[in-house]
Structure formats: structure tokens, C-alpha cells
């Protein structure tokens, strides 16, 4: 999940603000992202659904999917749309659960709370509230379906988000969602950058650990209904490349809230599981660094441990064969996690530079052993990590489009 910076969050709200305060206010000006009844149609919503929806309510669409696509709502239901925008969803809702049932549309952005409000003006069953997702204005076990469109990826903290949606929702209350997921992890310059937030990208999570936060805060049956590429509907070429750099594509999910949540315990041991750690640690690409890590303590942590020992006059009996086999293996397994990238990022100058330092660590080791050569090839390796590391943040298919598209469309 995203842990940023205090100031950071602050900044974030702010752009997310600033950026829907636009959407609200000026849906006509070019965006970095759909806007407007084609995006609803783009995203995946039956024009029939569409019908007699008020003009300016979808020309302030913001939405990422169809999260009606889940079919969670009956009449009667108490239904809580989050980051509601303009409101297409909450009307849709609003028709769904009937005179019988209730919607509360929320939204933090000021001028989309102004637009709501003015939209419920209308609407016998629709109420507006002013609030953060993060804190949700409502008492515990109040609604029996949440919906969402294009909101969590925008929220700093999301796991307080979801045991929010966990704590308003009735047990075996639904959930039906759509979001934005990336495959790859965001770099921290990226992920810190305010705009690039507000644009929906950036602060979406690894789409396995979004779906294991819910999971972990005691949803059931979470499934994803429909992924899709929604950023080649952006009419920004940087946006698209952000985009295609960390994977960023839409879902539709949905699930079901548990009669409890299991406790605090079980959802730390889960979130401890050292399976987890692996793949992030792989996802992140840094197997290779881990690998080269355990090289390096086997070669220079045995030294120090026989010299520390030796001070205090006990005398440690190494076996140099087992030292230089332990070393030698995980020098190897840095190679394979670099060979691993060539898959990901097309280049074959890290492959080439791990290779070398590869072969050097083993004539050290095999041939004739010198600190000097073997420290040579722990630099070789570390640099064709580093290499790896640099060239997956950049993709190939992102390298072949070059950088000189038509840049950032302003907002
Ligand atoms: C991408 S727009 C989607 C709006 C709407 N769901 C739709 O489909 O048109 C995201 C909305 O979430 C709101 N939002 C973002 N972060 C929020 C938060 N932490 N709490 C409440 N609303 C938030 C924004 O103000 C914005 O209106």
C-alpha cells in the first residue's frame, strides 16, 4: 500500500482538489484523462443507462469503469456513492434502489459537492455529504452497498479508506468498485508529484496488493470483473507513456463484507507473510540486489565475524570451499534476476555487464583468489543491477515510442 510523506499528503489533496474544482467547473477544457458522456460510453457504460441523466452531470464524468457491471444494488437498498463527482453514479443509484431505498453521494472537492448538491435538488432519495474518504461521515453498519468510480487511486492512505467502506457497510453489505491498478511499482519521484496524482496514475496501487487490502480488511468473495486499457482514451501522449510505463489500467471488482473483521492479529500475520515479501521484492526488481546483498555479507561478514572472534581469541574454523560455494550461488542468482529483466525491458547491457562480473567472482573464487578481483566482480555485478533497475522503469515499448510526442495536455 502507499505510505507517503506527511507534507506530501497534504499536497496531494490539494491537487486532487484543484484538479476536480476544474472537471466541476470546465468540463470542456482538455483533460489528461476522458471526461464527459463519450468517456461514459468509453469506459463501459449501455447507453440506455445514459438516458435522461442530466447534460451537465455527465459533461462532468470522471469515472474509470462501470462498476454496475457487479449488479450490487436491489430496491430499497441505502446506497453510499464515494468521490461521487458530478453525480452520474449516485443517479444511476438512485433510480435502482427506488423511492424505498437511499443514496448518499460524498465528495471532498467543494465545486463537485456544489454540483451534487444541486443535482439532489431533484432527487427525492439523494443526499449530498461533504467528506474525505478517509473518514467517512456516516455511523458504522448504515449502508448495504458502497460504489465507487475512479476514487481509492486518489486517496493518500488507503487502507484507512477501505476499513472506512468496511466499517459503514452492513454485514454482508456489497461492494462494487472501479479503479485504476498498475502492474509495475511507482518510483518515489513519481509517486510524490502531486499532478501526476491528480491525473489518476500515479497513486494507484500494485493491482495484487489492492485486491489483498481488501481482502485483508475481512471482504469476501473480492473478484475483478473486467480490466481494460483506460488510458489509450487519454488525449495525452505523456499521460499514455506514465501510464504504459507502470502498467495503469482500469478494473471492475466487487465483493462482499464479512460479518466481522478478523482481527488485528490475523490481518498483520497476513500482511507479514514472507510470500508477500518475495514477490514485492520481485516486482520491484530487486531480487538482484537482494542476491548480490547475501553474496557480499557471506564474503565480508565471514571476514569480519573471524576477525571480531579472533580479538577475543576464539578461533573460528571456516571452510574456504563452503564460503566461496555459498558466495558463488547468490552472485549466480544476482545474474539470473538481471537475465530475468532482458524479458522486461529488451536490453542486453546489464545481461552482458552481470556476465562479466559473474565471471570474474568465479575466477576468484576458481581460479586464483585475490580480494581485489573478487571486489571487481561484486562492482560488476552491482552495476549491471543498477542497469537492470534503470532500464525497467522504462519499458521498451515506451523507449520505442521515443520522447518527442505532443507532451502534456493542460487541465
Ligand atoms: C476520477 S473522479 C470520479 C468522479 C465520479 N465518481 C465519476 O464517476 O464521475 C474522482 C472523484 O473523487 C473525489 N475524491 C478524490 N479523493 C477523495 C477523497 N479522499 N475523499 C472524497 N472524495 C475524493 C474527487 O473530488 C473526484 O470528484
Given at each position: 500500500m502507499v505510505a507517503i510523506l506527511g507534507f506530501s499528503r497534504e499536497r496531494i489533496f490539494d491537487a486532487v482538489k484543484d484538479m476536480y474544482t476544474g472537471v466541476a467547473n470546465a468540463p470542456e477544457l482538455p483533460y489528461h484523462f476522458p471526461v464527459g458522456r463519450d468517456a461514459c460510453l468509453a469506459v463501459g457504460y449501455p447507453q440506455e443507462v445514459l438516458e435522461g441523466l442530466p447534460a451537465a452531470t455527465l459533461a462532468s464524468f470522471a469515472g474509470v469503469g462501470y462498476p454496475f457491471r457487479a449488479g450490487a444494488i436491489k430496491e430499497g437498498d441505502t446506497v453510499l456513492d464515494i468521490g461521487a463527482g458530478s453525480g452520474t453514479d449516485a443517479l444511476i443509484a438512485s433510480r435502482l434502489v427506488g423511492p424505498r431505498g437511499k443514496v448518499y453521494a460524498l465528495d471532498m472537492t467543494l465545486a463537485m459537492v456544489a454540483r451534487?448538491?444541486?443535482?439532489?435538488?431533484?432527487?427525492?432519495?439523494?443526499e449530498v455529504l461533504e467528506g474525505n474518504a478517509e473518514s467517512l461521515p456516516l455511523p458504522d453498519a448504515s449502508v448495504d452497498v458502497v460504489t465507487s468510480n475512479g476514487m481509492l487511486n486518489l486517496v493518500p492512505d488507503k487502507r484507512r479508506a477501505i476499513a472506512e467502506?468496511?466499517?459503514?457497510?452492513?454485514?454482508?453489505?456489497?461492494?462494487?468498485?472501479?479503479?485504476?491498478?498498475?502492474?509495475?511499482p511507482v518510483t518515489l519521484d513519481c509517486k510524490t508529484d502531486p499532478k501526476l496524482w491528480a491525473e489518476c496514475v500515479v497513486g494507484a496501487t500494485i493491482d495484487e496488493d489492492y485486491l489483498a487490502a481488501f481482502r485483508d480488511a475481512g471482504f469476501e468473495d473480492v473478484s475483478v470483473l473486467r480490466e481494460f486499457d483506460y488510458f489509450s482514451h487519454s488525449r495525452s501522449e505523456h499521460t499514455r507513456e506514465v501510464a504504459r510505463r507502470f502498467g495503469a489500467r482500469a478494473i471492475e471488482i466487487a465483493m462482499r463484507r464479512a460479518p466481522h473483521a478478523p482481527p488485528l492479529w490475523v490481518q498483520w500475520a497476513r500482511r507479514a507473510d514472507p510470500r508477500r515479501a518475495v514477490r514485492a521484492v520481485q516486482r520491484r526488481g530487486l531480487a538482484g540486489a537482494a542476491a548480490l546483498g547475501a553474496a557480499m555479507l557471506a564474503c565480508y561478514g565471514t571476514v569480519a565475524a573471524t576477525a571480531l572472534l579472533s580479538l577475543a581469541g576464539i578461533t573460528l574454523a571456516v571452510k574456504g570451499g563452503a564460503v566461496s560455494a555459498v558466495i558463488l550461488a547468490f552472485g549466480a542468482l544476482a545474474v539470473i534476476a538481471v537475465a530475468a529483466g532482458v524479458r522486461k525491458h529488451g536490453r542486453y547491457a546489464p545481461l552482458a555487464t552481470a556476465l562479466a562480473g559473474g565471471a570474474v567472482l568465479s575466477y576468484a573464487h576458481l581460479v586464483n583468489f585475490s580480494f581485489a578481483v573478487e571486489a571487481l566482480g561484486f562492482v560488476a555485478i552491482g552495476t549491471a543491477i543498477w542497469l537492470d533497475h534503470r532500464a525497467r522503469e522504462t519499458p521498451v515499448s515506451v523507449r520505442k515510442r521515443g520522447a518527442g510526442g505532443e507532451g502534456a495536455a493542460t487541465s
Open positions: 451534487l448538491r444541486a443535482l439532489a435538488a431533484t432527487v427525492p432519495n439523494l467502506i468496511f466499517r459503514v457497510l452492513k454485514p454482508g453489505g456489497r461492494v462494487q468498485i472501479a479503479d485504476i491498478v498498475i502492474r509495475r
